[in-house]
C-alpha cells in the first residue's frame, strides 16, 4: 500500500531563509509524487510533480522538489521564504491500480516570520 | 477557463440528516474525484467516477455516495450524518481514470458542518 509522511507538522522560517518540507513516500510500485498548497479556506493548488522524467522537478512559485529513490524521499524547496507562502503543504502519492488512486499527507503548516 | 466548482460553500446540518454536494469539473475533464479533510488532516479519498461509473472508492461507509451525470458533472450523498462527517469535502477533475500522472484540479470545498 502507498503511503506519504510528511515530517514537522509545522514549520517556522524567517523571510528570505530557506524553506524546507519534508516528506517521504513508501510505494510497492514506481511512484509518482505531487506537492499541493492549500491557502486558507481554499481548495488545493499543484505546485509540482514527479512523473520519472527527472528526478529535480521545478514547480510554480520558486518551489522545487529532488526525487531520492535510496531515500524514498521528495522533499520540497525553496530558496528564500515570501511571506505569501505562508499556507498548508500536502505531498502525495499516486498509483494506479484500475482508478487514479491519490495518497495524501497529514500536512505541513508553513509559518513565514517577517 | 473557469476551474472546478463546487456548490454549496458552507453548510450545516443536524445529525441523521442527509446532504447532497455538487461538482462541475474543468471543460473537458472527464474524471471527477471526491475527497473528505478533516480539520488537521489531509485529504482522504471517498470516489473516483469515470464516464458516469464508478470506478474506484476509499474505505468509507455505504451511507456515502455518489454519481456521474452525462454532463460529467457529480453529486456527492452522505445519509444518516454523523457528527464525524463535519469536513471539507472536495472535488477534483482529470482528464483520465486510470493515469497516475494525471494532475487532479482541485474545487475549492464544501464546509460541511454537522450539529
Known amino acids: 500500500a502507498q503511503s506519504v509522511t510528511q515530517l514537522g507538522s509545522h514549520v517556522s522560517v524567517s523571510e528570505g531563509a530557506l524553506v524546507l518540507l519534508r516528506c517521504n513516500y513508501s510505494?510497492?510500485?514506481?511512484?509518482?509524487l505531487f506537492w499541493y498548497v492549500q491557502y486558507p479556506n481554499q481548495g488545493l493548488q499543484l505546485l509540482l510533480k514527479?512523473?520519472?522524467?527527472?528526478?529535480l522537478v521545478k514547480g510554480i512559485n520558486g518551489f522545487e522538489a529532488e526525487f531520492k529513490k535510496s531515500e524514498t524521499s521528495f522533499h520540497l524547496t525553496k530558496p528564500s521564504a515570501h511571506m505569501s507562502d505562508a499556507a498548508e503543504y500536502f505531498c502525495a502519492v499516486s498509483e494506479t491500480g484500475g482508478y487514479q488512486k491519490v495518497t495524501f499527507g497529514i500536512g505541513t503548516k508553513l509559518q513565514v516570520i517577517p | 477557463d473557469a476551474g472546478v466548482t463546487q456548490s454549496p460553500t458552507h453548510l450545516i446540518k443536524t445529525r441523521g440528516q442527509q446532504v447532497t454536494l455538487r461538482c462541475s469539473p474543468i471543460s473537458g475533464h472527464k474524471s471527477v474525484s471526491w475527497y473528505q479533510q478533516v480539520l488537521g488532516q489531509g485529504p482522504q479519498f471517498i470516489f473516483q467516477y469515470y464516464e458516469k461509473e464508478e470506478r474506484g472508492r476509499g474505505n468509507f461507509p455505504d451511507r456515502f455516495s455518489a454519481r456521474q451525470f452525462p454532463n460529467y458533472s457529480s453529486e456527492l450523498n452522505v445519509n444518516a450524518l454523523l457528527l464525524g462527517d463535519s469536513a471539507l469535502y472536495l472535488c477534483a477533475s482529470s482528464t483520465r481514470d486510470r493515469s497516475s500522472t494525471d494532475t487532479q484540479y482541485f474545487g475549492p470545498g464544501t464546509r460541511l458542518t454537522v450539529l
Open positions: 510505494s510497492s510500485v514506481p511512484p509518482y
Open positions: 514527479y512523473t520519472s522524467a527527472a528526478t
